[in-house]
């Protein structure tokens, strides 16, 4: 099985993290920040990733900490799951429509930390959450999970929902990145043999 336990102690965050990539979607997300529960939630459903995560930050300061080392632990967790890489499909894209947002989620598990974001938030803040750690979120991501990882707004003037597609359709195309290639089981996805 597929599956991975991440802890991280710092003198700003104390997360412990697991996820199971074969799962069924599902979560158990506590992160003080009600915000980014409720992305991670949907990441774990549109992903079919059990995820777990238990966040006790800073969140006297702000949700920065606390935000960036999840990322942090979601994508050591992925490297750690996913091992040499063999079998996976590697690459993974969805256009994911929320009312009037459009976004572009692609992927490709490549090795290589890139996180390209054309994303325009129309508002500084959700509720108490700070949008602009959603691209702070996934740059911590690629930098543990070296990924190469595009996400475009084609459409959106509703910051929750622009936000809220990004965290679905991230679930929905990593889910098909790490997914098993069954006619390449035994390969590494890859002609230089590794990732």
């Keep these: 099985m597929r599956h991975a336990s991440i802890q991280r102690d710092t003198k700003e965050t104390k997360i412990q993290l697991t996820l199971n990539l074969d799962g069924k979607g599902k979560a158990d997300i506590s992160t003080g920040c009600g915000f980014l529960n409720h992305m991670l939630e949907l990441f774990a459903h549109h992903s079919d990733i059990d995820l777990t995560v238990k966040c006790q930050g800073d969140t006297y300061v702000d ?7 999840i990322g942090i632990c979601l994508g050591k967790a992925f490297t750690e799951a996913l091992g040499d890489k063999r079998g996976i499909v590697r690459y993974g894209q ?17 090795g290589r930390d890139y996180l390209a974001w054309t994303v325009e938030l129309p508002s500084p803040v959700v509720g108490d959450f700070d949008t602009e750690l959603a691209k702070e979120f996934w740059l911590a ?21 622009i936000i809220e597609a990004i ?6 195309a990593l889910k098909m990145a790490v997914a098993i290639d069954a006619k390449h089981i035994d390969e590494i996805p890859s002609t230089k043999g590794t990732l």
């Design 167 to 172: 965290f679905k359709g991230m679930g929905r």
């Design 94 to 110: 969805f256009f994911l429509p929320m009312d009037e947002t459009l976004i572009l989620c692609a992927c490709d598990i490549s």
């Design 141 to 161: 991501f690629v930098r543990n999970c070296p990924a190469s990882i595009h996400i475009r707004q084609i459409a959106g003037e509703n910051t929750h929902h």
């Design 63 to 69: 949700y920065h900490h606390s935000v960036e080392d």
